[in-house]
C-alpha cells in the first residue's frame, strides 16, 4: 500500500468515523467560550457539507447510469456518515452552550 493510499484509508475511516473530534475539541470542556467556538465550527462544517450534498445530488441529475451507481454506493455514503456526525457535534455543542449559559 503506498503512503497516498493509506492517508487516503485513514481520512476515509476518520471521515464516516462517529467519535472522530476534530484536533483540539475537548468534549469535557465546560468552558463557555470553548462550546460558542466548537458551535460555530461545526455550524460552519455543517453548512459546508450540506453545500456538498446539494451539489451531489444536483450532479446525479446528469450523471450516467454507471457514474450515478458509484456516485451513489460511494460519495453520498461516505458524505451523508460525514454530515450525520458533523450534525452531531454541533448538536452537543450547541447544548452544552444552552447548559452552561443556563447556570450562570
Known amino acids: 500500500m503506498t503512503d497516498?493510499?493509506?492517508?487516503?484509508?485513514?481520512?476515509?475511516?476518520g471521515?464516516?468515523?462517529p467519535d472522530r473530534l476534530l484536533v483540539g475539541?475537548?468534549?469535557?470542556s465546560?468552558?463557555?467560550?470553548?462550546?460558542?467556538?466548537?458551535?460555530?465550527v461545526y455550524e460552519?462544517?455543517?453548512r459546508f457539507k450540506g453545500t456538498l450534498l446539494a451539489a451531489t445530488y444536483a450532479a446525479l441529475r446528469e450523471a450516467t447510469a454507471s457514474a450515478s451507481t458509484e456516485i451513489?454506493?460511494?460519495?453520498?455514503?461516505?458524505?451523508?456518515?460525514?454530515?450525520?456526525?458533523?450534525r452531531k457535534r454541533f448538536d452537543f455543542w450547541t447544548a452544552r452552550v444552552t447548559d452552561l449559559t443556563a447556570s450562570t
Not at 497516498?4 to 475511516?13: E, G, P, Y
Not at 475539541?25 to 469535557?28: A, F, G, Q, T, V
Not at 465546560?30 to 460555530?40: I, K, M, S
Open 44 to 46: 460552519e462544517l455543517v
Open 72 to 86: 451513489r454506493t460511494t460519495d453520498l455514503v461516505i458524505l451523508e456518515a460525514e454530515a450525520d456526525r458533523l
Open 4 to 13: 497516498t493510499s493509506i492517508r487516503s484509508q485513514a481520512a476515509a475511516d
Open 25 to 28: 475539541e475537548n468534549p469535557d
Open 30 to 40: 465546560r468552558n463557555l467560550e470553548d462550546a460558542l467556538t466548537w458551535a460555530a
Open 15 to 17: 471521515a464516516v468515523d
